[in-house]
């Protein structure tokens, strides 16, 4: 699993969605679209930072996640 499929695995079972996200981090949907479906490959620490706080998730269990 890549980080993007973590946030977004983690983003649906808590039932947020993309504009929520957008709402609270300033994110733009499109962008988180880009990080969840893996088009972009390498976001920021600071990015990820404030993704996991929008999903209300600590970053280093979306990296657990990615262990396989």
Do not use: D
Not at 12 to 39: A, H, P, W
Not at 40 to 65: D, R, V, W, Y
């Amino acid at each position: 699993m890549t980080i993007g499929e973590a946030i977004k695995s983690v983003r649906q079972q808590k039932g947020i969605t993309q504009k929520v996200i957008e709402q609270k981090t300033g994110i733009k949907k499109e962008y988180l679209s880009r990080i969840e479906n893996n088009r972009l490959k390498n976001p920021t620490h600071a990015t990820l930072c404030k993704i996991a706080k929008g999903i209300n998730t600590e970053l280093s269990a979306l990296f657990k996640m990615t262990e396989g």
